[in-house]
């Protein structure tokens, strides 16, 4: 089996796959809450029990050096040299949360995926994936002729770019907030979202009823009530919020995309996007997506579509963990379950 896990700033998810006629079988995974451990060698040794792998890849915010990489928003640092000794595994890879996603795409199944915009479907090139969550990732899958190769990029943490005056307000809120620069991240994120509703709240001046603020004050995800409480059209406030949030997250896949030249599709992952859906399908997406000047036809012949998957970046981990390993080993697991 293969042990695949997507590391995050707020949870560790832990899958084991195995193959089946040459395509991934999940066999079982598990959420543990990252900053209750010490380290990832701890939370894998509880996942995997006696269960026993022969290769493991982990997908983790960041840039990947030589298999290194020291995380942001935990006190971590992560050597696969080490994670191999510590967990007794033969082959294990490190490499970027949104490159495990990437490679994640290919193992999706057509009701995995929904499509915003249709573009031109016939258009082959290359893809770009952004994905927000606890943060914002961006990546690239590089068309080689042959194939999509997935790459890393750092592109969430970009200048965060106002569009129209409640952007600009936003912005300089932000920067008082964060005595400094502002990203992307800042606004298209979990983070970003609390930002934008007390940006509305304190700046704009909008009600925040008191039952409101109470649900906000009692959750542990205050994100999830202006989300729900948004989609429901219980609030002004938070219907507000979710209009500059989606239509700042589309005006950054845009740039993203002009940056790629994805002509192949525009994916849109992480854990945002699946619980916000309907708000995505209102249009709001799509238009800040393609109001490119002159070049928005470019952006509207191309593809858009969401990833409904929450183990899209374990499949990606999963499979790059494997190829890898069958390369150093010889031995390759999908290609002997394809055989049988």
């Not at 999706?108 to 990732?137: F, Y």
């Not at 969430?156 to 400094?180: S, V």
């Not at 959750?219 to 989300?227: F, H, K, L, Q, R």
């Amino acid at each position: 089996m293969i042990l695949a896990g997507d590391v995050g700033g707020t949870k560790v998810h832990l899958a084991l796959y195995d193959f089946v006629n040459g395509r991934l079988s999940h066999t079982r995974d598990e959420r543990y809450p990252a900053r209750e451990y010490a380290g990832l060698e701890e939370i894998a040794k509880e996942f995997l029990g006696k269960d026993k792998v022969t290769a493991a890849c982990f997908g983790v915010p960041g840039p990947v050096r030589d298999g290194r990489l020291r995380l942001t928003n935990l006190p971590w640092t992560l050597d696969s040299r080490e994670l191999s000794l510590d967990l007794d595994i033969d082959h294990v890879f490190l490499i970027n949360d949104l490159e495990a996603n990437g490679y994640g795409i290919a193992e999706l199944q057509p009701d995995q995926i929904h499509t915003l915009s249709e573009g031109d479907a016939s258009q082959i090139g290359n893809r770009a994936l952004i994905a927000a969550g606890t943060g914002l990732g961006e990546g690239l899958l590089v068309w080689n002729g042959r194939m999509h190769v997935p790459y890393p990029s750092e592109g969430g943490h970009a200048d965060f770019a106002p569009r129209n005056e409640d952007e600009i307000d936003l912005l300089r809120f932000l920067k008082q907030k964060y005595n400094g620069r502002i990203s992307f991240e800042r606004v298209v994120s979990g983070m970003g979202m609390t930002n934008i509703y007390e940006f509305l709240r304190d700046v704009r001046g909008m009600e925040e009823p008191a039952w409101l603020a109470r649900s906000l004050s009692e959750a542990g995800d205050p994100n999830s009530v202006i989300t729900e409480t948004g989609l429901a059209a219980r609030a002004e406030i938070c219907e507000k919020t979710l209009d500059m949030f989606v239509s700042a997250y589309g005006a950054e896949a845009g740039n993203l995309a002009l940056k790629v030249l994805s002509a192949g599709g525009l994916y849109v992952g992480g854990g945002i996007a699946p619980r916000i859906l309907e708000k995505l399908k209102d249009g709001t997406f799509v238009r800040a997506f393609t109001d490119k000047g002159r070049l928005s036809q470019l952006l509207i012949n191309t593809p858009v579509r969401v990833i409904l998957e929450s183990r899209a970046a374990l499949m990606g981990a999963a499979a790059y963990g494997e190829a890898r390993a069958a390369e150093l080993s010889g031995v390759s697991l999908r290609a002997a379950s394809a055989k049988a």
